[in-house]
T-cell receptor, first 115, second 110 residues
């Protein structure tokens, strides 16, 4: 197992286009988290899954954002009608159990640039 | 509102000396505190954690101190090495979410 994998690593898109990112967590990790990091800020929580169930969504996640984890394994994050303010690093993390008892492992992120 | 605050955007330390990174928090209900290290173009990497019921945790060159009455924690790195140059995020866990500070960029000078 090579850790949390995110694809693509970089994405440049025109404003108004839809984009989809994929995250493959570490095998057998039942929790999967999405974070967003903008320049000069720390990562901000977007949403998380326990197996296939989406347990919480941040108010940062507007209606244009949707995340899925259909079989409790990989997850996708889709942004519809992208805006320049969506430009950021999108980070995925996974853990085996509740945070604090176990650590979260982060992927290398997908850097989105909206032009 | 910023629940986890790192007020120093950057810090420069001579190689071999002690690096001290500071962090303040506002929520007394946090269960755990963490430090993550991040290199450019990589995701954050877990460094060390401390439970809210403890006041110190040590792992090799890294020690985290927690002062609950002051709502303050610090990360000490002794001795500092060139590979320690990175952005360090202080973070807290609440309700199964990690809440990050803005980070402090540590430069280790030769």
């Amino acid at each position: 197992d090579t850790g949390v994998s995110q694809n693509p690593r970089h994405k440049i898109t025109k404003r108004g286009q839809n984009v989809t990112f994929r995250c493959d967590p570490i095998s057998e990790h039942n929790r999967l988290y999405w974070y967003r990091q903008t320049l000069g800020q720390g990562p901000e929580f977007l949403t998380y899954f326990q197996n296939e169930a989406q347990l919480e969504k941040s108010r940062l996640l507007s209606d244009r954002f949707s995340a899925e984890r259909p079989k409790g394994s990989f997850s996708t994050l889709e942004i519809q009608r992208t805006e320049q303010g969506d430009s950021a690093m999108y980070l995925c993390a996974s853990s085996f159990g509740p945070l604090g008892y176990t650590e979260a492992f982060f992927g290398q992120g997908t850097r989105l640039t909206v032009v | 509102d910023q629940q986890v605050k790192q007020n120093s955007p950057s810090l420069s330390v001579q190689e071999g000396r002690i690096s001290i990174l500071n962090c303040d928090y506002t929520n007394s209900m946090f269960d755990y505190f963490l430090w993550y290290k991040k290199y450019p173009a990589e995701g954050p990497t877990f460094l060390i954690s401390i439970s809210s019921i403890k006041d110190k945790n040590e792992d090799g060159r890294f020690t985290v101190f927690l002062n609950k009455s002051a709502k303050h924690l610090s990360l000490h790195i002794v001795p500092s090495q060139p590979g320690d140059s990175a952005v360090y995020f202080c973070a807290a866990i609440k309700d199964d979410k990690i809440i990050f500070g803005k980070g402090t960029r540590l430069h280790i000078l030769p």
